[in-house]
């Protein structure tokens, strides 16, 4: 749809479409922190100069001071999430430690000073490695301790001195006007504004380990409006247009101006909304909240499962538990929330067509799963299994027939006409709503629903474990051991036992005489 | 040929310039009828009428499990329905199966591309897709075989002009939805590499979707960098419902009918990539390019936990299919496992 023409409240003046970038709406939060924490007047922080050893450092503060502001005054919860964001401010440029390449935040008297806004990342530098050559070998040419290269610096030199061989003449020459210029100025100025050029050069070019919090999502480097445009150099340097270009993808879609389709569209779309129903916040407020309280007990985030969540104690019997078709209550209950639920577990998928079958209603249940299994299918097999379902549910004289409406009906029959996945939609609502009023309800009224969810049989057969083995004992001792001995019955559960002893009493009634009451009780 | 009557086509211009115009208000002024709409539901904060509901208590989340393995940074992971086994890719071009679990890799696949952006996990458990900066989803059957090639057995699903941003399979093995920075999202057939439906609305990329999670859903939505939420019915390719929020793009979507609360906080200032409900919808977890995740109740809108241990941006968040741990990829390298 186009974009409207719709001013963004409150913000509005702003008209480069650049302001909306992911990255920049960060970076102007990030200038807008930091420009109220150096605003002394308005309960910044005091920007001081420190007396150090033999010389004074100016304009430092320090790491405690920024972490007691950040938590003060963005109501940040803890220490630990104070230090984090200014960690992440420093990451970025913002801020940094006048004494250490790596930048992060520490909540201690270390000193820090702020960036310049020349420097901020949200002048979208991308400084070229020329630019940073000649920074390192300005460097080497200033005999002072604090301007003496790192390691990894003094290996960034010598690949550039070979990588730059036949320009290095020039380089030099750019780097020896750049010592010039600097010494021109003030001392104490040339101290701040050296620490803020290697701090900028410490997010262009970080020290090894360190994040380079440059890099872009490639998703977000096509929006660039103009990502050939040419880039400025820190140094002035003119652009040679020898820049590798960076991975962009040129826009397939060119903005276009809305055309009068286009807006037609936009018309009759909004026209839906208007009149599509729409709930009060408040109606929502509650079904999510009845919803949210029905499943808190299944959110193992919430409540502690049983046995215990495998990824805390190592043991995945969690599982197990889970995968074996023998459900627990608790999983029963989930079955009784709606007939969704129920039919979203496979365990209840089965008893739920395993009651329908001893009502011999169960051909509604069976064509549901055939048209959601239709869905599933490959296009090709689509419109051959199309068919099988009218075959067998809805055509004269079908083996499984549905009850359907006679409208549904029609409009089925009209939609096999050219058979696809979704030839069924409406029968296949109709069916579920069907379900859902009747044989659902009855369902959960059932004896076989109520003895899994009140888990009754487990608790019977515990007891008649013991009876059934006495039983068989005392039949054993009767009448031999003829049929018993082939089978291993201890490995047998009671229900089996009971139905083994039903399948033989009689192949043991003929043989020998038992009492009929054994045949009742089981 | 004789020129064409140059008033006459001036004044079909201003005929057509002044009806687009006409057309313009008439939008205009049906959106702010639809906002007055909206405000009039409005008529209560979530968590106003969330006050009565019990507060959580403390929560205690950490790390579980750690994978290592990727050579750069990870873009995008899914679980598998065995609710251990994951599927990550990341922009060195490589796709891992894990088991999450135990940390073993495997599978792996050389994708021909760098910035594999999307990967997804078969409902079955036998193929993963995945596609990026190659324009194109393709399926992996997965084989218990060590030593296949499955690069070999590939198979080349979708199509698209641009990059793919995300892709997931529906119900079953046999159907694929994937959204593509081409601005458009569509659903496949696997099998054949069909093409069943297209979803045309949005004016810029697209950058993510999800699919509703009922059985008897044919709903999905899909946001974008024009800031807005879409969603689709799967059968027509209608959009049945937009949102536009939000200051910028939109990197992650989890179903809704409306936009009912904003967690925000005035000391979280970097983006969400990448955000996931608990089993329950209790709990909204959020993966932050600040590093770290924020844990939020939905109900009463308050941060419920913080949680740092990524040393890089967290580019993808997923609660496991039974909701007992989420997974979260980063721009660090790794993936972990957090409960």
Request: glycine share 4%.
């Amino acid at each position: 749809m186009a974009e409207g023409s719709r001013d963004h409240g409150g913000a509005g003046t702003t008209t480069d479409p650049e302001e909306d970038s992911p990255n920049m709406i960060v970076y102007r939060k990030i200038e807008d922190i930091v420009t109220r924490i150096q605003d002394e007047k308005a309960g910044g922080v005091a920007i001081r100069t420190v007396k150090s050893f033999l010389s004074k450092i100016p304009s430092v503060v320090s790491g405690a001071d920024i972490v007691q502001w950040l938590m003060k005054n963005l109501s940040a919860e803890d220490p630990a999430e104070a230090i984090h964001l200014g960690s992440l401010i420093a990451a970025h440029g913002y801020i940094f430690p006048i004494s250490d390449h790596v930048l992060t935040l520490k909540d201690d008297g270390t000193l820090y000073r702020f960036q310049s806004p020349y420097f901020w990342p949200s002048n979208c530098w991308e400084p070229e490695n020329t630019d940073y050559a000649i920074y390192l070998c300005k460097r080497t040419m200033q005999n002072k301790a604090r301007l003496e290269l790192a390691d990894y610096e003094a290996e960034n030199l010598a690949r550039l001195q070979r990588a730059f061989a036949r320009k290095w003449e020039f380089i030099f020459m750019q780097a020896e006007a750049q010592v010039k210029i600097d010494r021109k100025k003030d001392k104490a100025e040339r101290k701040i504004l050296d620490s803020q050029e290697r701090a900028f050069w410490d997010v262009h070019r970080p020290v090894p380990g360190c994040v380079n919090t440059t890099e872009m999502d490639i998703r977000k480097c096509r929006r660039e409006k103009n990502p050939h445009r040419v880039k400025k150099s820190v140094y002035g340097v003119p652009d040679e247009g020898q820049s590798q270009p960076s991975p962009v993808h040129s826009s397939s879609q060119p903005t276009r101006k809305p055309t009068k389709e286009d807006v037609q569209k936009e018309i009759s779309f909004l026209n839906i909304q208007l009149d599509r129903h729409c709930m009060k916040v408040s109606k929502v407020a509650d079904s999510l909240m009845s919803y949210t309280e029905q499943f808190m007990d299944y959110d193992p985030f919430v409540s502690a499962t049983e046995p215990t969540n495998p990824w805390i104690s190592d043991d995945a019997s969690f599982w197990d538990v889970e995968a074996s078709r023998d459900p627990s209550q608790q999983r029963v209950k989930k079955w009784g929330f709606s007939l969704e639920e129920a039919l979203k577990d496979p365990a209840g998928r089965d008893q739920f067509l395993k009651f329908l079958e001893s009502e011999f209603s169960s051909e509604n249940l069976r064509f549901w799963l055939a048209v959601q299994d239709l869905k599933r299918r490959p296009l090709q097999d689509v419109s051959a299994r199309a068919q099988e379902i009218w075959t067998e549910f809805l055509a004269e004289g079908a083996p499984s027939s549905i009850n359907l409406d006679s409208h549904s009906y029609e409009r089925t029959s009209q939609n096999l006409k050219d058979p696809g996945r979704y030839s069924y939609e409406d029968a296949q609502e109709h069916i579920f709503k069907l379900m859902k009023s009747d044989s659902y309800a009855r369902f959960l009224r059932s004896n076989i629903y109520q003895d899994l969810l009140l888990a009754r049989k487990k608790f019977l057969s515990q007891q008649d474990d013991y009876w059934h083995s006495t039983t068989l004992k005392h039949l054993l001792s009767i009448h031999g051991y003829q049929i018993i001995k082939a089978l291993d019955l201890s490995a047998m559960c009671p229900r089996l036992i009971a139905r083994f002893l039903l399948l033989h009493y009689d192949l043991l009634s003929a043989k020998h005489k038992v009492e009929p009451r054994l045949m009742l009780y089981v | 040929m004789r020129s064409p009557p140059i008033p006459e086509m001036a004044t079909q211009e201003v005929q057509l310039s002044e009806t687009l115009a006409h057309l313009k208000t008439e939008s205009d002024t049906l959106k702010g009828k639809l906002e007055e709409e909206r405000a009039k539901l409005h008529d209560v904060e979530l968590h106003q009428v969330a006050e009565k509901v019990e507060g959580l208590g403390q929560f205690v989340m950490k790390t579980r499990r750690t994978l290592k393995g990727h050579g750069n940074k990870v873009l995008c992971m899914d679980w598998c329905k065995d609710k251990r086994r994951i599927v990550s890719s990341s922009q060195d071009g490589k796709v891992i199966v894990w088991d999450a679990f135990t940390t073993n890799k495997e599978h792996a696949v050389t994708m021909p591309c760098t910035w594999v952006m999307a990967c997804a996990y078969a409902p079955s458990g036998c193929a993963v897709a995945c596609g990026g900066l190659d324009n194109k989803c393709s399926v992996y059957p997965l084989s218990l075989d060590k030593n296949e090639n499955l690069a070999a057995k590939k198979k080349s699903v979708a199509m698209h002009t641009n990059y793919l941003s995300a892709c997931s399979f529906t119900n079953s093995d046999m159907q694929i939805l994937t959204s593509s920075g081409d601005g458009t999202c569509a659903l496949w057939d696997v099998e054949s590499g069909q093409l069943l439906q297209s979803f045309h609305g949005h004016a810029a990329d697209v950058l993510c979707l999800d699919l509703a999670p009922s059985e008897t859903g044919n709903t999905f939505v899909s946001g974008g960098c024009d800031k807005k939420a879409n969603v689709w019915d799967m059968r027509s390719g209608q959009c049945i419902q937009s949102f536009e929020t939000h200051e910028s793009d939109i990197n992650n979507s989890s179903e809704a009918d409306r936009e009912v609360a904003i967690y925000s906080k005035e000391s979280i200032i970097f983006g969400v990539s990448s955000v996931d409900f608990s089993l329950s919808g209790r709990l909204l977890f959020g993966g932050y390019n600040d590093y770290t995740i924020n844990v939020w109740d939905v109900l009463k809108g308050t941060r419920v936990s913080i949680l740092f241990g990524h040393e890089n941006r967290v580019s993808t968040l997923r609660v496991s299919p039974d909701g007992t741990a989420f997974c979260t990829g980063s721009w660090d390298h790794t993936l972990r496992t957090w409960a």
